[in-house]
């Protein structure tokens, strides 16, 4: 059954080789296997596909995240790597420093260089 199965994330990429500098320079990936004109990164135990398509970055919904034991350690380190941190007004939410807090998490989000969304979250 699919409960049993590893679950594999894609990201979306209309130029792969700008996102691949993105991720591999500036969020640190390394590439674990190169597959049909992608890349496919592992993270935490868990495969991200980062595929060729020209519908890159039209989500308005995040495509992934990571959970981290220390969301607050984990954005100062992106953003001194250049990464620019997203603010959004949700009812019930607080946001400080790039950093919503609410829901029993706190949760930072970013776009990668193709305007996909992305977060990081730490459990509360």
Not at 17 to 41: D, Q
């Amino acid at each position: 059954m699919l409960s049993d199965a590893t679950i594999c994330a894609y990201l979306p990429a209309s130029d792969v080789s700008r996102a691949r500098k993105f991720y591999e320079e500036i969020v640190g990936l390394k590439p674990k296997v190169e597959f049909s004109g992608g890349v496919i990164y592992e993270c935490g135990g868990a495969d991200v596909f980062l595929y060729p398509t020209p519908n890159a970055g039209t989500s308005k919904a995040s495509q992934a995240f990571w959970q981290v034991k220390n969301v607050e350690a984990e954005v100062k380190e992106l953003k001194s790597r250049g990464v620019k941190f997203e603010e959004y007004e949700m009812p019930g939410i607080s946001m400080q420093n790039s950093i919503a807090t609410g829901g029993g998490a706190k949760t930072a989000w970013f776009k990668d260089s193709e305007g996909n969304i992305l977060a990081i979250s730490q459990l509360l």
